[in-house]
């Protein structure tokens, strides 16, 4: 399968502040690319570089051609979500509109009137879009993004904000352009969500890539190590030094995460091992895959104590 966007050795730097340090990056066509990370870790970066809208150095392939600074070709054929403001004084319809001259789309009354029914816009249409709640404003960028029925889509957070009911709604509608063979990028806090939809994850941490891969090769690379939780009075460095422990980090929920190289005959037998070495533990028990799980322990491994990202 070829790559949609083929990202190499790209950096940014906002005066004295390295947003993104030497990322690469290959997202293959057809898949919803789940793009997580802490705030600030260069995730809006990534995206504005990806649309044109920030210089940078490294090489930028969308489509096989290389991302130029404002460069207008390749953008006809993407829909972006922007984290920033829309226009307050227009009405939808009128954004909608302006975005669908610009673009010179053929039959643009039809197609705005489908993305409003996509997104459930069409009784808000003639509504200023400042006068809007925030995951109504949510949908409206939503829509505009949708409008040219782009083959690649860039969305910034598209969550943010939505109600319960507005969630499931666009996680299906991404799931459906999916299967018409469009390619969705898209980043968010909310790992859940990230989880059910994604088929391909990329985690980014203070400007660097940490993990990347197929959701299932990402599941089975962390599965490979016996991994448990455990909560007490743990002697860290007298853990370490026994033969079954390979690593033991705090999480932020102030548990210990324990790795083994393998996975061990018997839990009680490190459980034996570990108090026998100085700790008392209160809770132990293996730890399930969750992408929440892969997250925290990948960041919080980086992270000093006190520290949020
Ligand atoms: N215009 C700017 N000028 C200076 N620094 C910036 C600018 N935009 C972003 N940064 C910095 O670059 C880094 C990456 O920011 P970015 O917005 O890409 O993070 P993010 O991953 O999108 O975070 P969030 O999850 O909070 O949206 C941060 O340290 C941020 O403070
Ligand atoms: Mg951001």
Known sequence: MSNVVQIENLSKNYGQIRALDDVILAIPEGSIFGYLGPNGAGKTTTMKILVGLLHYTGSVKIFDQEVRYNSVEINKRIGFLPDAEMPKNDSIHRFLSMTGKMNEI???????????????????RNRKIGNLSRGQRQRVGLANALLTDPQLLILD?????????????????????????????????????????????????????????????????????????????????KALALDYVKSCDRDSLGRYIITTPGDIPEEQLLVDLIQKAGSKIKYFSSLEFSLENLFLESINGRLMEGEYA
């Open 106 to 124: 053929f039959n643009r009354e039809k197609r705005i009137q489908e993305v409003l029914a996509e997104l459930g816009l069409r009784k808000l």
């Open 157 to 237: 957070e598209p969550n943010s904000g939505l109600d319960p009911v507005a969630r499931v709604r666009v996680l299906s509608l991404l799931k459906d352009l999916a299967k018409d063979g469009k390619s969705i990028i898209f980043s968010s806090h909310i790992i859940g969500e990230v989880d059910k939809i994604a088929t391909d994850i990329a985690i980014i941490h203070r400007g660097r890539i940490i993990e990347q891969g197929t959701r299932k090769d990402l599941f089975k690379r962390y599965l490979s190590h016996g991994k448990y939780v455990l909560a007490g009075k743990v002697d860290r460095e």
